[in-house]
């Protein structure tokens, strides 16, 4: 059973920063996919950004392109989010999600994180 936790949210002004990390427990597989995304009430998921399980490629959306930076740290089984020059419109409740399949960029991602709210005000 894979289960992912993420941390790090939190209430920021604009132009602050936070980073995110989502914690992986019961992997059984040396490779695998873990993505970003971020959802507003009444909208769709979207993705912000996934690195792949073999050669660590990244994917950003361009909405967070120079502002954001993904990473990994593979013996904590833990994915981060950098997130710099933070807008209101980043504002979303951030859940990771991971696959072992899937493309990285598109999917399907097997299983969903509880997300931890970012907010950007002043």
């Known amino acids: 059973q894979v289960q992912l936790v993420e941390s790090g949210g939190g209430l920021v002004q604009p132009g602050g920063s936070l980073r995110l990390s989502c914690t992986a427990s019961?992997?059984?597989?040396?490779?695998?996919?873990m993505g970003w995304f971020r959802q507003v009430p009444g909208k769709e998921r979207e993705g912000v950004s996934s690195?792949?399980?073999?050669?660590?490629?990244?994917y950003y959306a361009d909405s967070v392109k120079g502002r954001f930076t993904i990473s990994r740290d593979k013996a904590k089984n833990t994915v981060y989010l950098q997130m710099d020059s933070l807008k209101p419109e980043d504002t979303a409740t951030y859940y990771c999600?991971?696959?072992?399949?899937?493309?990285?960029?598109?999917?399907?991602?097997?299983?969903w994180g509880q997300g931890t709210q970012v907010t950007v005000s002043s």
């Open positions: 999600a991971f696959t072992y399949y899937g493309d990285y960029v598109v999917g399907p991602y097997d299983y």
């Open positions: 019961g992997l059984s597989v040396d490779y695998y996919s």
């Open positions: 690195i792949s399980g073999d050669m660590d490629r990244t």
